[in-house]
């Protein structure tokens, strides 16, 4: 008998132990799931409000622009607007970054309305090309892919060529919606659109047409205006825009080496510009959105051309 009550006295205390266990196991599985839905709301709530900062951001860099340039003839990389606006308090961060999208190529600029090509563009985008040491075919299959019909240029590629690749797709047959799409046209890869990103843009004036701000484009853009302009004829253009931006397109003359040069660009470039990006990056603790967004600036009235989160 005395075995038998030690033996259901064990028992009883294994039996007690291992309830124990489980309910200690559920207990910490109850907090954990608690902890868990905690910190996902914390995320969700965080990942809001980074997006809505970052919104403000972009809207607010609209602001900042349409007051800079109230009344200016001209825009330069040592305006106001080209300098980062980093903010930070208790709710998060937030980094506005303004850059000028008229300082680069048009790309779909290349192909006129009647489809034909437009040779001042093509031979800017060549110029380009040769000093990035791309192909020179890169061009034509650009051209094909914004023009509206299925003949293809010398080295250009048409639907009939696209339907070869896996997956198989269709030439655009109109103009680059982004920059991005680009990587779409045979022979572009990612790497030589990461090498052209600096240079080109998708967008242009309400017009269609398009001039190349000398105060704000890159070096490699300032070369491929013209045949006559080599790397250190941008280099003093580039020195003189530094001490003292270009007010009116005829003062580009004045650059030694430009006298015969700038006359040819009349009509091709401009010292202002009404296309720019705005980048807001926004910082919620350990959430964080960005908006990228491109806007036209006319009259002092703003339209958003592009706008991107992620």
Known sequence: MTGRLKNESGFALILTLVVTALMVAVVV??????????????????????SILAESGATGGVKLLQ???????????????ATPLKLDDE????????????????????????????????AVLRRLGTRLKLQEDVWNAAADWIDGDDMPRSGGFETSDYR??????SAGNRKFMTLTELSLVKGVTPELLGALRPYLTVFSDQAGTHQININTAPK?????????????LAERILERRRLTPFKATGELSQVPGMESVATGLIGKIS???NLFKITSIARVKDSGRTVEAVVRLTGGAAEFLSWQEY
């Open 67 to 81: 007051t800079a340039l109230s009344g200016r003839t001209f825009t330069a990389l040592s305006d106001m607007w």
């Open 271 to 273: 010292v202002k510009g």
């Open 164 to 169: 070869t690749l896996k997956p198989a797709y």
């Open 29 to 50: 599985e109850m907090i954990h799931q608690v902890y868990v839905d905690t910190s996902l709301s914390r995320g969700f709530r965080d990942g809001q409000q980074a």
């Open 91 to 122: 709710v998060g961060s937030l980094e506005i970054t303004v850059s000028e999208e008229s300082g680069k190529i048009y790309v779909n600029g290349v192909v006129q309305p009647n489809g034909t090509e437009e040779p001042f563009t093509l």
């Open 220 to 232: 490699e853009v300032l070369v491929a205006l013209d045949a006559g302009i080599d790397s250190g």
